[in-house]
């Protein structure tokens, strides 16, 4: 009897049967920890990270030692919390004396602009707000970015297209200015070599006042190199998301109007006494999903002090 139960386990049957429950539990195991992994990312999409940044440079007026700005950009129409009552809270904490704007908070592949609309007179409670449109505005249907357009005036948001404004403080001043992304120049849709023109273009028409700080809100990071030539203090920008997919020791994997490994996909660049910040942006586009790239909130702090200084 019991040579016969042993021959039954070690049959060619029995072994199949053995191989099979293996295969199914490692299929079940690695099935969960991509279930797991993927629940990780979708909570990731949703956690924001507040990171802050001390900006030094000696062209910053006195007056203006501490300065708060709190960046948001890329927004796409998405909610953090009930009614973005989760951003609206991080900002809040932060404690800005302006909020900059920096294009796409509304998504125009799906014409979304309805939370955006919601957003704009909570974000004008807590600060004074600074705007330029992104790609995605111009994206957006005629009517809709009208209607967005004038919410933001109406709630007393500075809509900066081409344009700049003083801000003063204890008798000096800086410059906010904007630029309007080179998608609402219908012709050159596809950027390159044409849309970098229209750009230096723009610059050229604004005629930044020389002699004072700057600070530049522009949508688009590619063209960081015109920022510098134009002597702009400190560019605020977005649309990259950071690359979408951040690489260990690698980076960003994928940026419009970048391509492959873009070349400014997050964080604080600086050419020629310019610096410019390339902001990860909230929501998501054409790719719902983000890897190891968090949404982000940008806090800067203006100093006057050198970077020696402010090291030391």
């Known amino acids: 009897m019991f040579s016969a139960i042993r021959s039954r386990e070690t049959s060619p049957e029995g072994k199949g049967r053995s191989a099979l429950k293996k295969r199914c539990a490692v299929i079940a195991v690695l099935a969960a920890c991509a279930l797991g992994l993927l629940l990780l990312m979708l909570r990731d999409n949703k956690r924001i990270e507040v990171t802050r940044h001390t900006v030094a440079d000696t062209a910053v007026p006195a007056a203006f030692e501490g300065l708060t700005i709190v960046q948001i950009s890329d927004l796409h129409d998405e909610t953090f919390g009930e009614n973005n009552e989760t951003l609206l809270s991080l900002i809040a904490g932060a404690q800005p004396d302006l909020i900059a704007v920096t294009g796409d908070i509304a998504d125009g592949n799906r014409q979304d602009y309805e939370n955006a609309l919601a957003l704009i007179p909570a974000l004008t409670e807590l600060a004074p707000c600074y705007y330029v449109a992104g790609n995605h505005e111009a994206g957006l249907l005629d009517t809709a970015f009208a209607q967005l357009e004038t919410c933001m005036r109406e709630c007393g948001v500075a809509v900066l297209s081409d344009s700049y404004v003083y801000l003063e403080r204890g008798g000096e001043r800086i410059v906010i ?129 050198s970077e020696t200084e402010v090291t030391k």
Do not use: C
């Open 177 to 305: 200015a904007g630029l309007e992304d080179p998608y609402f120049v219908s012709e050159h849709r596809v950027f390159g070599k044409q849309g970098f023109a229209v750009i230096r273009e723009k610059l050229e028409a604004l005629a930044l006042p020389e002699g004072e700080y700057v600070v530049l809100l522009s949508h688009r990071p590619e063209v960081f190199e015109l920022y510098a030539e134009y002597g702009v203090g400190l560019a605020l920008t977005g649309h990259a998301h950071g690359g979408q997919v951040r690489l260990p020791l690698i980076g960003g994997l994928i940026a419009p109007h970048q391509g492959l490994f873009p070349k400014y996909d997050a964080g604080m660049y600086e050419k020629d006494g310019t610096k410019m910040y390339v902001n990860r942006g909230l929501g998501n586009s054409r790719i719902p999903l983000r890897i190891n790239d968090r949404p982000e909130i940008a806090v800067f702090y203006l100093t006057s002090q």
